[in-house]
């Protein structure tokens, strides 16, 4: 995949595979959390198909990216994307969540490819901007991504941490919003306001862009916009449908951490697949 043209058609059958394996693995599982993995997946699928440097064969090669998952509960979507790209077999996607295996409930360094374990919420755009931090201290071109979820950016580790990147001038740093609006107890809107969202990222001295999060072509733009940005840390708040692709599941809070049995499975697949 160049950078400079989108194979839309290769990109849509990956995401319907992607979305597929979220569903297979929590079912199996008894347990997980597709809702907010399913909204996640052009984004992530973005990043590994053309935005990224990496290895799958040495996944702590020094020359490469780093992507920070801060809503770390959305393990299903980055396990499932690294197995796609080579970094573990995909059958063992199947054993996600049983006891013994490396594919935890929430993500974890034993996992290949997977830089720093989250699950507690808030913290990950601090330990993104260090490692940027520490690449431009090192003179080094590293790039740093954080994905974060909108009930979790409603935490005041976030905003420290907005604070600290634009002050210490981090440009190579890239938050993510995942912005769903809806979290564990309902929608965003009506626990905790984050609106208006971009306007307070651009307050805290954030180059920021809104898109549509599961449109590849704007997934793309953002990142060519964050490729040729200096000076600022850059922030994509991208709107995205919590469960997307399975119609019982967009915007349904009820799908946060809960999943699919098998006739449940059956009618997902049926979405994700005629969608």
């Keep these: 995949m160049t950078s400079d043209k989108l194979n839309l058609e290769s990109l849509k ?7 597929e394996d979220i569903l297979k693995m929590t079912n199996k599982a008894g347990s997980g959390h597709p809702g907010g993995s399913l909204s996640a ?3 992530i699928i973005s990043l590994y198909e053309y935005q990224m440097r990496y ?10 990216d780093y992507l920070i998952i801060s809503k770390g509960h ?5 396990y499932a994307v690294l197995a796609r790209y080579g970094f573990f077999p995909e059958e063992e996607l199947l054993t996600f969540r049983q006891l013994g295996s490396r594919l935890q409930g929430h993500v974890h360094r034993k996992v290949p490819g997977i830089e720093f374990n989250t699950g507690s919420l808030g913290h990950g755009l601090s330990v993104a901007n260090g490692i940027a931090l520490g690449a431009k201290l090192l003179k080094k071109d590293t790039k740093v991504y954080c994905i974060m979820g909108d009930g979790e950016i409603q935490e005041g580790s976030v905003w420290e941490a907005a604070m600290t990147a634009s002050h210490q001038k981090i440009d190579n740093v890239c938050a993510i919003v995942d912005y769903n609006k809806v979290q564990e107890n309902g929608p965003v809107e009506e626990i905790k306001s984050l609106e208006p969202l971009a306007e307070k990222w651009k307050s805290f001295g954030w180059e920021t862009i809104e898109i549509n999060g599961h449109n590849f072509k704007e997934i793309k733009g953002a990142f060519d916009k964050f490729n040729n940005s200096k000076g600022k840390p850059f922030a994509i708040i991208a709107h995205t449908v919590k469960g997307k692709g399975v119609t019982f599941m967009e915007g349904n809070r009820e799908w946060h951490g809960k999943a699919p049995n098998a006739e449940e499975l059956k009618k997902a697949l049926e979405d994700i697949n005629n969608g």
Excluded: H, L, M, Q
């Design 55 to 64: 290895d799958p064969k040495n996944p702590k090669w020094d020359g490469r």
């Design 41 to 43: 997946v052009e984004i």
């Design 13 to 19: 059958d990956t995401a319907r595979k992607i979305r």
């Design 74 to 78: 959305a393990s299903p979507v980055i």
